[in-house]
């Protein structure tokens, strides 16, 4: 009885969580960083302040939550590739990287980070390091494992990796802030992707 009473408390605790982190994405998105307050996304949400305040103290762990869901994408769930055969592991990251960075909240995510990063420069730092930072270090992580395995020659992991997700965001991502209407169908983000691979491989491949 008392496992069922918790399990019970967990999904309700899980609930609530991912109810407060839907209405500040809203929030944040639509207001911005300084535009948004905790009692505004307690009420968004539906749960009491003491409850918000019980999982998200401050407003920066909220926006960190926050982050961190965009970039998650399941993720987490998804095994590394083994090292062996270079362009399918960057294939792999390659999709991972360009689906996270062509859905439409990641553009309003950077722009208030651009926006609000005079008055809070905690921010930018806040999402490269619970967002970018995570995805980053599983590619270099990889670029290294291949070089130790004898597939890849990357003497500087940190640099090709910065070329490899550089390829691929300079098409999926970076016009979106800049360019009216740009939106690369399926078809044009794959061949992004198989491009940035052909030319890693090009460049690093032992094989």
């Known amino acids: 009885m008392a496992t069922g009473t918790g399990t019970y408390h967990q999904q309700l605790a899980e609930q609530k969580r991912a ?24 009420e968004v949400a539906e749960v009491s302040k003491a409850t918000l305040f ?48 062509s859905r439409p909240e990641m553009v309003g995510l950077y722009r208030i980070v651009i926006a609000e990063m005079p008055r809070f420069p905690g921010l930018a730092a806040t999402h490269f390091d619970a967002g970018k930072m995570p995805f980053f270090d599983a590619v270099r992580r990889y670029l290294a494992a291949e070089h130790d395995a004898g597939t890849a020659r990357v003497a500087d992991p940190v640099a090709a990796t910065t070329q490899f997700m550089g390829m691929i965001s300079n098409f999926t991502f970076w016009p979106r802030l800049t360019v009216v209407g740009w939106d690369p169908n399926a078809a044009e983000t794959a061949r992004a992707v198989d491009d940035a691979v052909t030319t890693m491989v090009a460049r690093y491949g032992t094989r």
């Open 19 to 42: 109810a407060i982190i839907a209405a500040a994405t809203s929030l944040f998105l639509g207001g911005g960083y300084a535009g948004t307050s905790l009692a505004r996304v307690a």
């Open 54 to 101: 019980k999982q998200f103290p401050t407003k920066a762990s909220l926006f960190e939550a926050m982050v961190k869901e965009h970039w998650n994408a399941g993720d987490d769930e998804r095994p590394e590739p083994a090292p062996g055969d270079l362009a399918r592991g960057l294939a792999e990251y390659g999709r991972r990287y360009a689906a996270l960075m």
